[in-house]
């Protein structure tokens, strides 16, 4: 791995949230802004867009952290659901109880008008957070403007926010949905970094990590900031490779000639097609000779074969704890580039559902749709070999051959910085820091939710899963979390969380993430869950 190498503790460009990394440019601080005083001022409608990777998750969080006690919460991150699917989340979420006829439009709406009237009463904000809103349906949209109706002669009784890519714009802009975006009483379009904050946001989050001196050069932030158009995702994914790149290349700082390596491997496309001259080469027919020359520059600039195996350096630490050298491991970048053809997902599919006790059959429908209607859930998560280790479930890893082929394994077995994989039909046991330097951190894990509804839990909510919570958590932590009876995600219960998620590792942000479940569920030693074993 590359950490010891450059003298870091971590990686520091993971695109999992940590608030330990989080950077507020100004433009994020702003939307947070925005985003407060609409909930405090019960302004009633507040609209933020962004492209994909801008933080618009980021913001959520910082924003779920930041709500006052007195604010109930209902996220809804699915937002591809009917009106009558759409108010029963909601209600779920604010722990509303259905009315008997649960189809009906009305009744639905009576139920929220009632509970909203009560929350008023007792001083209490409600809040509907709706991500990804730019996949709401148009009669959806219509009933969100029907919701603003809901109010006294003072205010609103729901503050909405709507979270969403740029099309959520075009969409509320169109003649048919004039009544709705005109009760938006606040709008904020999330932009790219700047260049000054992409190199400030690349040296934060390299520091955070124990950085020591400039690892990135000054021409390779600038580099990374232009390939990525300073989307932070972006910036991520493209600095973990380059971060790779020099360590395989032996270099102790990150120059931009390999930033436009990692990035082309990032892209999938010729480095060359990442160089800053090459738009201009788009813009005119090259002569033959000049094509030739360029070629033969390409061929010349990169070297010829598979790129040589990482070297491992002495100090660099397991990613899950010391190996005994006398264990005869497999190299897995041998392995890798050893197999004719990508292993697919399907035969790592099979061996997860059969750890599960269940069958999977190839070519049936995705691997997820077939995993609902046996309980099971699928959560697809970017991260670390320590996370997975927390989570403590069998997991599938998307690893990247030295060739750039990628092929899906099952690890089902990690302990003492060994790994157990199942890889295209065989068995292997590998270091895990070999795992570490041909995966870029994404996983698939399946689990069964202990809890009547599949959904996170935040504070400030009312629902019966929190007692689950509650008693899970007295379980696990051997304390009882007062009130044991009540079904209300209030203050102790989130610090009681909030502990829980450092002592895992997991962010420490009390919201109750399915990836907080999981790890729950693993320490409770809930029946028929299989875990991730040893890899002996």
Do not use: C
């Given at each position: 791995m590359y950490t010891s190498f450059f003298g870091l503790h971590e990686k520091p460009f993971s695109i999992t949230p940590d608030p330990r990394y989080l950077f507020m440019s100004e433009r994020h601080a702003e939307a947070l802004a925005h985003l407060l005083y609409g909930v405090k001022e019960a302004?009633?409608?507040?609209?933020?867009?962004?492209?994909?990777?801008?933080?618009?998750?980021?913001?959520?969080?910082?924003l779920l952290q930041q709500l006052p006690d007195t604010a109930d919460v209902a996220l809804i991150l699915n937002p591809q659901i009917s009106r009558v699917e759409f108010l029963c989340a909601i209600c779920e979420e604010l722990g509303v109880a259905l009315p008997e006829a649960r189809g009906s439009i009305k009744a639905l709406t009576d139920a929220l008008n009632r509970f909203l009237l009560e929350n008023h009463s007792r001083g209490r904000r409600t809040v509907l957070i709706v991500d990804e809103a730019q996949n709401l349906r148009p009669d959806v949209l219509e009933q969100v403007r029907l919701l603003t109706n809901l109010e006294t002669t003072k205010q609103k009784l729901l503050q909405i926010i709507l979270i969403g890519q740029p099309e959520l714009r075009e969409l509320l802009s169109?003649?048919?949905?004039?009544?709705?975006?005109?009760?938006?009483?606040?709008?904020?379009?999330?932009?790219?970094?700047s260049r000054d904050e992409a190199e400030a946001y690349i040296d934060h989050r390299v520091k955070v990590a124990g950085g020591v001196g400039r690892i990135f050069a000054d021409g390779s932030r600038r580099e990374i900031y232009r390939l990525a158009r300073g989307i932070p995702?972006?910036?991520?994914?493209?600095?973990?490779?380059?971060?790779?790149?020099?360590?395989?290349?032996?270099?102790?700082?990150?120059?931009?000639?390999?930033?436009?390596?990692?990035?082309?491997?990032v892209y999938d496309e010729p480095a060359a097609a990442r160089a800053p001259w090459q738009?201009?080469?788009?813009?005119?027919?090259?002569?033959?000779?000049?094509?030739?020359?360029?070629?033969?520059?390409?061929?010349?600039?990169?070297?010829?074969?598979?790129?040589?195996?990482?070297?491992?350096?002495?100090?660099?630490?397991?990613?899950?704890?010391?190996?005994?050298?006398?264990?005869?491991?497999?190299?897995?970048?041998?392995?890798?580039?050893?197999l004719p053809d990508a292993a697919d997902a399907d035969a790592a599919f099979t061996a997860l559902f059969a750890l599960w006790g269940e069958s999977y059959a190839a070519g049936a429908g995705g691997a997820c749709q077939q995993a609902e209607p046996k309980g099971l859930r699928c959560l697809f998560q970017r991260g670390t070999l320590e996370e997975v280790q927390t989570l403590?479930?069998?997991?599938?890893?998307?690893?990247r051959s030295r060739r750039g082929v990628e092929h899906q394994a099952l690890l089902a077995g990690l302990a003492g910085g060994v790994g157990r994989l199942a890889l295209a039909g065989g068995e292997h046991r590998v270091a895990a820091a070999d795992i570490a330097d041909h995966w870029q951190g994404e996983y698939l894990l399946l689990w069964r939710p202990q809890t009547a509804d599949v959904k996170a839990l935040v504070p400030g909510m009312r629902?019966?899963?929190?007692?689950?919570?509650?008693?899970?958590?007295a379980t696990i932590q051997g304390e009882p979390i007062a009130p044991a009876d009540s079904d209300l995600y209030d203050a102790p219960l989130e610090e009681r969380v909030?502990?829980?998620?450092?002592?895992?590792?997991?962010?420490?942000?009390?919201?109750?993430?399915?990836?907080?479940?999981?790890?729950i569920i693993a320490d409770l030693g809930s029946a028929g869950t299989p875990r991730l074993a040893s890899a002996d």
């Open positions: 302004g009633g409608f507040i609209q933020l867009t962004g492209e994909v990777g801008t933080g618009k998750t980021t913001l959520v969080r910082s169109r003649t048919d949905m004039r009544q709705l975006a005109q009760r938006i009483t606040g709008r904020y379009h999330l932009e790219p970094l995702r972006m910036i991520n994914v493209i600095a973990d490779r380059a971060l790779l790149g020099a360590f395989t290349a032996e270099s102790s700082q990150v120059t931009a000639v390999i930033v436009r390596r990692a990035a082309a491997e738009r201009w080469l788009r813009l005119a027919a090259l002569p033959a000779g000049l094509a030739v020359l360029l070629a033969v520059g390409t061929w010349v600039l990169w070297p010829a074969g598979p790129a040589p195996e990482p070297p491992q350096p002495a100090a660099a630490e397991p990613a899950a704890g010391a190996i005994d050298r006398s264990q005869q491991l497999d190299s897995l970048g041998a392995l890798l580039d050893a403590n479930t069998p997991v599938i890893l998307t690893l629902d019966r899963d929190v007692l689950w919570l509650r008693t899970s958590l909030r502990q829980y998620q450092r002592d895992r590792h997991l962010t420490a942000d009390g919201l109750v993430s399915h990836q907080t479940q999981v790890a």
